[in-house]
Protein backbone atom coordinates (compact mmCIF):
# COMPACT_ATOMS: atom_id res chain seq x y z
CA UNK A 1 0.00 0.00 0.00
CA UNK A 2 1.49 3.16 -1.05
CA UNK A 3 2.42 5.42 2.41
CA UNK A 4 0.71 8.30 0.53
CA UNK A 5 -0.94 8.91 -2.41
CA UNK A 6 -1.94 12.11 -4.54
CA UNK A 7 -5.39 12.63 -6.71
CA UNK A 8 -6.51 15.24 -8.54
CA UNK A 9 -6.69 16.81 -12.39
CA UNK A 10 -3.43 16.48 -13.91
CA UNK A 11 -5.39 20.01 -16.05
CA UNK A 12 -5.92 23.14 -15.22
CA UNK A 13 -6.85 26.10 -17.23
CA UNK A 14 -5.09 29.23 -16.57
CA UNK A 15 -6.66 31.90 -13.45
CA UNK A 16 -8.22 28.86 -12.23
CA UNK A 17 -7.52 26.77 -8.68
CA UNK A 18 -5.43 23.66 -8.46
CA UNK A 19 -6.82 21.62 -6.24
CA UNK A 20 -5.07 18.33 -4.90
CA UNK A 21 -5.63 15.91 -2.32
CA UNK A 22 -3.53 13.21 -0.34
CA UNK A 23 -4.07 10.54 1.10
CA UNK A 24 -2.30 8.67 3.80
CA UNK A 25 -2.05 5.34 4.41
CA UNK A 26 0.85 5.37 7.02
CA UNK A 27 -0.82 6.44 9.90
CA UNK A 28 -2.78 8.99 11.13
CA UNK A 29 -2.91 12.47 9.91
CA UNK A 30 -3.34 13.59 13.68
CA UNK A 31 -0.24 12.71 14.92
CA UNK A 32 2.36 14.25 16.71
CA UNK A 33 5.35 12.47 14.82
CA UNK A 34 4.51 14.18 11.22
CA UNK A 35 4.05 17.42 9.60
CA UNK A 36 2.36 17.24 5.97
CA UNK A 37 3.75 19.27 3.19
CA UNK A 38 3.28 20.06 -0.34
CA UNK A 39 6.22 19.94 -2.41
CA UNK A 40 6.29 21.08 -6.42
CA UNK A 41 9.25 20.59 -8.81
CA UNK A 42 8.29 22.38 -12.11
CA UNK A 43 9.81 21.11 -15.15
CA UNK A 44 13.64 21.83 -15.69
CA UNK A 45 13.80 23.08 -11.60
CA UNK A 46 14.75 21.57 -8.25
CA UNK A 47 12.02 20.93 -5.26
CA UNK A 48 9.97 23.55 -3.87
CA UNK A 49 8.38 23.42 -0.67
CA UNK A 50 5.02 24.99 -0.77
CA UNK A 51 3.35 24.94 2.61
CA UNK A 52 2.55 22.56 5.59
CA UNK A 53 -0.10 21.17 8.03
CA UNK A 54 0.83 20.07 11.41
CA UNK A 55 -0.77 17.28 13.16
CA UNK A 56 -2.89 20.20 15.06
CA UNK A 57 -4.06 21.42 11.82
CA UNK A 58 -1.93 24.54 11.90
CA UNK A 59 -0.49 25.66 8.85
CA UNK A 60 2.49 27.63 7.10
CA UNK A 61 3.37 28.39 3.73
CA UNK A 62 6.05 29.51 1.53
CA UNK A 63 6.42 33.06 1.39
CA UNK A 64 6.12 33.27 -2.23
CA UNK A 65 2.77 31.46 -2.24
CA UNK A 66 0.91 32.13 0.78
CA UNK A 67 -1.03 34.62 -1.03
CA UNK A 68 -2.43 31.50 -3.53
CA UNK A 69 -2.08 28.78 -1.19
CA UNK A 70 -4.37 27.12 1.41
CA UNK A 71 -3.90 23.71 2.95
CA UNK A 72 -6.51 21.73 5.07
CA UNK A 73 -7.32 18.37 6.35
CA UNK A 74 -10.08 16.00 6.51
CA UNK A 75 -9.22 13.75 9.36
CA UNK A 76 -12.25 11.52 8.89
CA UNK A 77 -10.84 10.41 5.56
CA UNK A 78 -7.21 10.77 7.11
CA UNK A 79 -6.68 13.49 3.87
CA UNK A 80 -5.31 16.68 3.13
CA UNK A 81 -5.47 19.15 0.54
CA UNK A 82 -3.86 21.35 -1.50
CA UNK A 83 -5.77 24.72 -3.38
CA UNK A 84 -3.30 26.97 -5.42
CA UNK A 85 -5.08 29.72 -7.12
CA UNK A 86 -5.29 32.19 -9.50
CA UNK A 87 -2.60 29.20 -11.33
CA UNK A 88 -0.47 30.48 -14.64
CA UNK A 89 1.49 28.49 -16.89
CA UNK A 90 4.30 29.13 -14.38
CA UNK A 91 2.58 26.51 -12.10
CA UNK A 92 3.32 23.71 -14.15
CA UNK A 93 4.59 20.89 -12.32
CA UNK A 94 4.92 17.29 -10.30
CA UNK A 95 3.00 18.18 -7.06
CA UNK A 96 3.70 15.81 -4.17
CA UNK A 97 2.84 15.38 -0.66
CA UNK A 98 5.11 14.14 1.94
CA UNK A 99 5.52 13.49 5.50
CA UNK A 100 8.39 14.53 7.65
CA UNK A 101 9.22 13.53 10.66
CA UNK A 102 8.95 16.15 14.01
CA UNK A 103 12.49 15.35 15.53
CA UNK A 104 14.44 14.18 12.52
CA UNK A 105 13.40 16.96 10.28
CA UNK A 106 13.58 13.96 7.30
CA UNK A 107 10.89 13.31 4.74
CA UNK A 108 10.42 10.10 5.42
CA UNK A 109 7.28 9.11 3.03
CA UNK A 110 5.93 10.54 -0.22
CA UNK A 111 3.58 10.08 -2.34
CA UNK A 112 4.47 9.19 -5.95
CA UNK A 113 4.23 13.07 -7.89
CA UNK A 114 1.22 13.68 -9.71
CA UNK A 115 2.25 15.72 -13.34
CA UNK A 116 -0.39 19.18 -13.22
CA UNK A 117 -0.56 21.28 -16.42
CA UNK A 118 -2.00 24.72 -16.41
CA UNK A 119 -2.74 24.84 -20.19
CA UNK A 120 -5.87 26.19 -21.87
Known amino acids: QVPLQESGPGLVKPSQTLSLTCTVS??????????WSWIRQPPGNGLAWMGVIGYDGSTYYSPSLKSRTSIFRDTSKNQFSLQLSSVTPEDTAVYSCAARHMLTGNYEYWGQGTQVTVSS
Open 26 to 35: VCSITTSYYA
